[in-house]
Structures are given as C-alpha cells and as structure tokens.
C-alpha cells in the first residue's frame, strides 16, 4: 500500500501557542486531506486541497487552521492559537476517491 | 441517526469464527470504504465497494451494500487474534474526491 508520512508522531503544546503538523503524501496523488479524530469519537473531517487551494472544509476548520502546500512535496496544517479542545489525533490523506491515511500525528495541548 | 452509524459498538469473538459489522447511512454516496485502525494508530484502507455494486470480495473480507435501505455490512471470516482492532464504514460523497464520513466504528476483539 502507498505511504503517507507524517511529522511529528507526537506534540505536547502549551494553550495559544502556534503548531505545523507535516504531512508528505503520496507524489502522484493531486487530493489532499486533514482529518482530525479526538480520543474515542469518530474520525472528522476538516478539510481538502487540491490544485494548490483548499476544495472544501468542514465548520470545524475555523480562523484558527490554515493548509499549505509550500513546496509541492510537504502538506502543512497549522493551528495558529491552539485551545485544549484541539488536543486530537490528527490524520493527513492522500488519493481520491480511495484514501491514503498517514500514521497521524497525536497533539496534546496543555 | 448520524451519517456513518455502526453496530455492534463492540464485538468479542473467539479466533476461528465470522465477525459482521453493520453500518448504516443517511445521504447519497458515491462509495462505501471500511477501514481498520488498531489502537492509537493510523487508519488501513480495506476496500471501498462503489454505489453500483452489491457485493464485495478481498481475501477474508465480504462487503455488501445495499443503497435502498443504504446500508453496509462488512463480514470477516475465519477470524484471527490479528483482527483485533477498530473497524470504520466511511461514505465518500457524489464526487470522485469527496471527503469521506466516517462512522463510529466497531471495536471487534478476537480471543485466541
């Protein structure tokens, strides 16, 4: 099966502060997502990228969560202020109508 | 009920037999996709059965779908210990590259 990556496994962040959660899909796929799961609830969705702008995003994808794709390899969520509520498992996918899932990232604000 | 229910919440079953896992939605979709994830882990694509299909095979797994009561069920036969992980139905919407929806997942634990 094709590999997302993504980096860190792990952040522990401290409330207002700002985090880049990386992700470096899979290079022949053009759709990207950001997907979010908080500890036991269901796997949420927050937001698409393709063609180098965001194709659609959920309520929760406010202000505060930005997408890049700086460098046409690397995929970019930040979290400019972060708050405790953002303290999930954050999952990067590649594909399209089949979705690529990375091994995500586990952010814990304090 | 929300987009994406699964039932059982939990399943225990001994190595050897079948395990069904049942989800239903609300919507149109363009496909259905189960996945796995094992505990605190990344999600594993399983197999995706589009709208126009009834029925699905890979290996162990059976998927069937049936759009007019829009429902999914996934069978996994002869069940191993390896099994033992969270299973999510997800919709992808009308469109190739929709975001999916995922349900809330069936936690299956297989006994050796």
């Known amino acids: 099966e094709p590999e997302v990556t993504q980096t860190p496994s792990h952040q522990v962040t401290q409330m207002g502060q700002e985090v880049i959660l990386r992700c470096v899909p899979i290079?022949?796929?053009?759709?990207f997502y950001w997907y979010r799961q908080i500890l036991g609830q269901k796997v949420e969705f927050l937001v698409s990228?393709?063609?180098?702008?965001?194709?659609?995003k959920s309520e929760i994808f406010d202000d505060q969560f930005s997408v890049e794709r700086p460098d046409g390899s690397n995929f970019t969520l930040k979290i400019r202020s972060t708050k405790l509520e953002d303290s999930a498992m954050y999952f990067c996918?590649?594909?399209?109508?089949?979705?690529?899932f990375g091994p995500g990232t586990r952010l814990l604000v304090l | 009920s929300q987009q994406g229910e699964e039932d059982p919440q939990a399943l225990s079953i001994q190595e050897g037999e079948n395990a069904t896992m049942n989800c239903s939605y609300k919507?149109?979709?363009?496909?259905l996709q189960w996945y796995r994830q094992n505990s605190g882990r990344g999600l594993v694509h399983l197999i995706l059965?589009?709208?126009?299909?009834r029925e699905k095979h890979s290996g162990r797994l059976r998927v069937t779908l049936d759009t007019s009561k829009k429902s999914s069920s996934l069978l996994i036969t002869a069940s191993r210990a390896a099994d033992t992980a969270s299973y999510f139905c997800?919709?992808?919407?009308?469109?190739?590259?929709?975001?999916?929806?995922f349900g809330t997942g069936t936690r299956l634990q297989v006994f050796p």
């Open positions: 990228f393709y063609n180098n702008e965001i194709s659609e």
């Open positions: 996918a590649a594909g399209g109508e089949t979705q690529y």
């Open positions: 290079s022949n796929h053009l759709y």
């Open positions: 919507t149109s979709i363009n496909n």
């Open positions: 059965i589009r709208s126009n299909e």
């Open positions: 997800a919709t992808g919407g009308m469109t190739g590259a929709d975001k999916l929806i």
